[in-house]
């Protein structure tokens, strides 16, 4: 059983700053794909960053990009993400999100092996 601690989800004002963490545990894997999906209120799953354990490459949506910075503590085995200048349109339930399959430099297949309970992001005046 994969189990993940995510944390650091919350409501804050357009241009603020949120950090989000994920602690996956339970993997068998040496090595994986870890990021974040997220949903906005009736929308669909969205990618929103990865990161590779094997050679620490990263890739993010387009939408986020220079906002966004996702980074792994391996003594903690924690992965981060520094959500900088957010806009209402970053509102939603944050996924810690991992794959087995894939590999973050191919971003469009990015895809979810196991998934955390989410965390909320809102975005809002």
């Known amino acids: 059983q994969v189990d993940f601690a995510e944390s650091g989800g919350g409501l804050v004002q357009p241009g603020g700053s949120l950090k989000l963490s994920c602690s996956p545990s339970g993997l068998t894997h040496p090595y994986y794909v870890i990021g974040w999906f997220r949903q906005a209120p009736g929308a669909g799953r969205r990618r929103v960053a990865c990161?590779?354990?094997?050679?620490?490459?990263?890739n993010y949506a387009d939408s986020v990009k220079g906002r966004f910075t996702i980074s792994r503590d391996n003594v903690r085995n924690t992965v981060y993400l520094q959500m900088n200048n957010l806009k209402s349109e970053d509102t939603g339930t944050y996924y810690c999100?991992?794959?087995?399959?894939?590999?973050?430099?191919?971003?469009?297949?990015?895809?979810?092996?196991?998934w955390g309970q989410g965390t909320q992001v809102t975005v809002s005046s």
């Open positions: 999100t991992i794959d087995l399959n894939s590999d973050c430099s191919n971003f469009e297949k990015f895809g979810e092996t196991y």
């Open positions: 990161f590779s354990t094997d050679n620490g490459v990263t």
